[in-house]
């Protein structure tokens, strides 16, 4: 409770600082006027956008479900090719590279191709933003894999543990702590990627707030960036958070 009153003391102290200097540039035009909106403006544009237009409500709806789709694939498949990278040398020396070389491309250059594979619409952004989350998924699910205890790995082949028993009884609860990172990260880089697709492709709230750009209407663009942030904030303090503190708990890692 202390934590989030801390927290939100904070926020309303960087608003108020944030108006200050707006007023301050009202005066005196350290900025232009335009290209500095201020908080209570960027506040107003989100109660229209939300309430009397429906603009950002619909916007915030189509990213929302285009990043749940992709996210959900790129924790299936970077968890999966990962486990299969850590069990066989084979596929780590030809695969793993690959993965690492794939890792370094930004999931963004492959929108081009998308729009040509695919035309215009949801599905290229999806597939953007499962890029961009996949790999990173896989590298943590692999480092979490071969991060385990080998003395762990004996016990359980004493115990009678082998094969699959082995892995959904003790490697993948031990690499719980690298899944949960990699969760994180493969929402954070799909978040990314779904803002810079939509950047260039076709609605969500970065077509909306290019549009805004090209209207300079940067109250409106200042409000979807606090939309942005907002998200995040409560994918990391309301989601992960309780998620990773039930998870540690459910497997004695707490």
Same mark, same amino acid.
């Given at each position: 409770?202390?934590?989030?009153?801390?927290?939100?003391?904070?926020?309303?102290?960087l608003?108020?600082?944030?108006?200050?200097?707006?007023?301050?540039?009202?005066?005196?035009?350290?900025?232009?006027?335009?290209?500095?909106?201020?908080?209570i403006?960027?506040?107003?544009?989100?109660?229209?956008?939300?309430?009397?237009?429906?603009?950002l409500?619909?916007?915030?709806?189509?990213?929302?479900?285009?990043?749940l789709?992709?996210?959900?694939?790129?924790?299936?498949?970077?968890?999966?090719? $990962? %486990?299969?990278?850590?069990?066989?040398?084979?596929? =780590?020396?030809?695969l793993?590279?690959?993965v /690492? +070389?794939?890792?370094s @491309?930004?999931?963004?250059?492959w929108?081009?191709?998308?729009l040509?594979?695919?035309?215009?619409?949801?599905?290229?952004i999806?597939?953007?933003?499962?890029?961009?989350?996949?790999?990173?998924m896989t590298s943590?699910?692999?480092?979490?894999?071969?991060?385990?205890q080998?003395?762990l790995?004996?016990?359980?082949?004493?115990?009678?543990?082998?094969?699959?028993?082995?892995?959904?009884h003790?490697?993948?609860?031990?690499?719980?702590?690298?899944?949960?990172?990699?969760?994180?990260?493969?929402?954070?880089?799909?978040?990314?990627?779904?803002?810079?697709?939509e950047?260039?492709?076709?609605? $969500? %709230?970065?077509?909306?707030l290019m549009d805004?750009? =090209?209207?300079?209407?940067?109250?409106l663009? /200042? +409000?979807?960036?606090? @939309?942005i942030?907002?998200?995040?904030?409560?994918?990391?303090?309301v989601?992960?958070?309780?998620?990773?503190?039930?998870?540690?708990?459910?497997w004695?890692?707490?």
């Amino acid at each position: 409770m202390i934590t989030t009153v801390r927290r939100v003391l904070f926020f309303i102290i960087l608003i108020a600082i944030w108006e200050a200097i707006y007023r301050l540039n009202l005066s005196y035009e350290f900025f232009s006027v335009t290209a500095f909106p201020s908080p209570i403006n960027s506040v107003t544009e989100l109660y229209i956008g939300f309430f009397e237009t429906g603009i950002l409500t619909e916007a915030l709806f189509t990213s929302i479900q285009r990043l749940l789709v992709g996210f959900i694939i790129a924790v299936i498949i970077g968890s999966l090719l $990962g %486990l299969l990278l850590a069990r066989s040398k084979i596929a =780590d020396e030809t695969l793993g590279s690959l993965v /690492i +070389a794939l890792q370094s @491309i930004p999931s963004i250059v492959w929108l081009p191709i998308m729009l040509m594979l695919f035309g215009s619409g949801t599905l290229p952004i999806i597939l953007i933003v499962t890029l961009g989350g996949t790999w990173v998924m896989t590298s943590n699910m692999r480092l979490g894999i071969k991060s385990v205890q080998p003395i762990l790995i004996r016990a359980a082949r004493t115990m009678g543990y082998k094969g699959s028993e082995l892995i959904w009884h003790v490697m993948i609860p031990a690499a719980v702590p690298s899944f949960l990172s990699g969760t994180r990260l493969a929402w954070a880089f799909g978040w990314r990627a779904l803002m810079a697709a939509e950047l260039i492709g076709s609605g $969500g %709230l970065g077509r909306t707030l290019m549009d805004a750009r =090209d209207f300079y209407n940067m109250d409106l663009v /200042i +409000a979807i960036m606090i @939309i942005i942030a907002t998200i995040g904030l409560i994918m990391e303090f309301v989601i992960f958070d309780r998620i990773e503190k039930k998870v540690f708990a459910r497997w004695g890692l707490s």
